[in-house]
């Protein structure tokens, strides 16, 4: 009997390289049926396809914020530094970055901003709900370059500082460690700051009801009586929806306890539509203590959650929103 593989080269019975392929390999290994057992891996595949993509899309964010690196990094060589003594020297680097962000918030998201003339020209402090990610404030930050001509700094987690090649990006676009005398005086300096009382910890383990965790954190509040600004609320409609974290498993939430680093897995990045709402400003008032503070300006974003988000928050929804026609909000 003329074996399978002896017949694929002698030509004897016609059939597609393909074939015969399967046919060396089940002589090769020994293994029987191998077509069979290789159509259920792509079976397989096919069935886990989008669950994979979901776990991958969120790093490029990750991606885009180095490819915003690596822009800086080339600006840094080529532009010439007599320009450093007639403006700032990153003003054109930044204006850059704010286009391609603000273009890929626009794309992806459908990116608006609500109450932005609630902006000061003067200092003030904004407090925001954390998604799993700062997207939105990425989109936030870019917006107000672009509309006001304004940079936004930022209060950053500890972790941010020690990401690999993020030095240069987090000195240009004024991200602070969030000691409360930098604060105050980046405050009294006239520049606009925004802080995520519920930090990391929000970010991976509220959930899609959009729970404020804030703990008794006061700082931002102590810092805006010290400064004699006014704090504004700011909240991002579907920002969970966006990007979800699976902080809701019990061993995520014992490794961040003990590690304190966010080694939560991500998913998503879905083009979910994002809105993003200022609150009326809480002004300084010299009587009010730091909790009293703190505590209406949580108020302030619980009022937003509950009148732009639906809870509890849906991926699908707020899809549909996303490619919806709809009136546009006040």
Same mark, same amino acid.
């Given at each position: 009997?003329? &074996?399978?593989?002896?017949s694929?080269?002698?030509?004897?019975?016609?059939?597609?390289?393909?074939?015969?392929?399967?046919?060396?390999?089940?002589?090769?290994?020994?293994?029987?049926?191998?077509?069979?057992?290789?159509?259920?891996?792509?079976?397989?595949?096919?069935?886990?396809?989008?669950?994979a993509?979901?776990?991958?899309?969120?790093?490029?964010?990750?991606?885009?914020?180095?490819?915003?690196?690596?822009?800086?990094h080339?600006?840094?060589?080529?532009?010439?530094l007599?320009?450093?003594?007639?403006?700032?020297?990153?003003?054109?680097?930044?204006?850059?970055?704010?286009?391609?962000?603000?273009?890929?918030?626009?794309?992806?998201?459908?990116?608006?901003?609500?109450?932005?003339?609630?902006?000061?020209?003067?200092?003030?402090?904004?407090?925001?709900?954390? &998604?799993?990610?700062?997207?939105?404030?990425?989109?936030?930050?870019?917006?107000?370059?672009?509309?006001?001509?304004?940079?936004?700094?930022?209060?950053?987690?500890?972790?941010?500082?020690?990401?690999?090649?993020?030095?240069?990006?987090?000195?240009?676009?004024?991200?602070?460690?969030?000691?409360?005398?930098?604060?105050?005086?980046?405050?009294?300096?006239?520049?606009l700051?925004?802080?995520?009382?519920?930090?990391?910890?929000? *970010?991976?383990?509220?959930?899609?009801?959009?729970s404020?965790?804030?703990?008794?954190?006061?700082?931002? *509040?102590?810092?805006?009586?010290?400064?004699?600004?006014?704090?504004?609320?700011?909240?991002?409609q579907?920002?969970?929806?966006?990007?979800?974290?699976? &902080?809701?498993?019990?061993?995520?939430?014992?490794?961040?306890?003990?590690?304190?680093?966010?080694?939560?897995?991500?998913?998503?990045?879905?083009?979910?539509?994002?809105?993003?709402?200022?609150?009326?400003?809480?002004?300084?008032?010299?009587?009010?203590?730091?909790?009293?503070?703190?505590?209406? *300006?949580?108020?302030?974003?619980?009022?937003?959650?509950?009148?732009?988000?639906?809870?509890?928050?849906?991926?699908?929804?707020?899809?549909?929103?996303?490619? *919806?026609?709809?009136?546009?909000?006040?």
């Open positions: 009997m003329i &074996g399978r593989n002896e694929c080269n002698s030509n004897q019975i016609p059939m597609s390289y393909f074939t015969c392929l399967l046919y060396v390999l089940e002589e090769w290994t020994g293994v029987q049926h191998l077509e069979d057992y290789l159509n259920y891996v792509v079976y397989l595949l096919w069935l886990f396809a989008p669950l993509v979901s776990f991958i899309l969120p790093g490029l964010i990750l991606l885009l914020l180095y490819v915003s690196i690596i822009i800086l080339i600006y840094k060589r080529r532009t010439d007599k320009e450093a003594y007639s403006n700032d020297f990153w003003d054109g680097a930044r204006q850059v970055l704010a286009t391609i962000w603000y273009g890929h918030a626009r794309i992806w998201n459908g990116y608006e901003v609500h109450g932005i003339e609630k902006i000061p020209d003067g200092p003030a402090i904004v407090v925001f709900y954390h &998604g799993a990610t700062p997207i939105d404030f990425f989109y936030f930050m870019a917006t107000i370059l672009i509309r006001k001509k304004r940079i936004c700094h930022i209060v950053a987690d500890h972790f941010v500082f020690s990401i690999p090649g993020f030095k240069l990006l987090l000195d240009v676009f004024s991200v602070k460690h969030g000691s409360q005398e930098e604060c105050v005086k980046a405050l009294k300096n006239g520049d700051l925004a802080i995520a009382p519920g930090g990391v910890r929000e *970010a991976l383990f509220s959930n899609e009801n959009y404020i965790i804030w703990g008794n954190r006061k700082g931002f *509040a102590q810092v805006a009586i010290d400064a004699e600004v006014p704090v504004i609320p700011m909240f991002t579907n920002v969970r929806e966006g990007i979800r974290s699976l &902080g809701g498993i019990r061993f995520f939430r014992l490794m961040y306890e003990y590690l304190r680093l966010p080694l939560v897995p991500l998913y998503g990045n879905f083009p979910v539509k994002l809105r993003t709402y200022l609150g009326e400003p809480i002004p300084y008032h010299p009587k009010v203590t730091a909790e009293e503070l703190a505590e209406q *300006a949580k108020t302030g974003v619980q009022s937003l959650i509950n009148k732009h988000q639906k809870l509890p928050g849906n991926v699908f929804r707020a899809l549909r929103e996303r490619f *919806a026609i709809q009136k546009k909000e006040d």
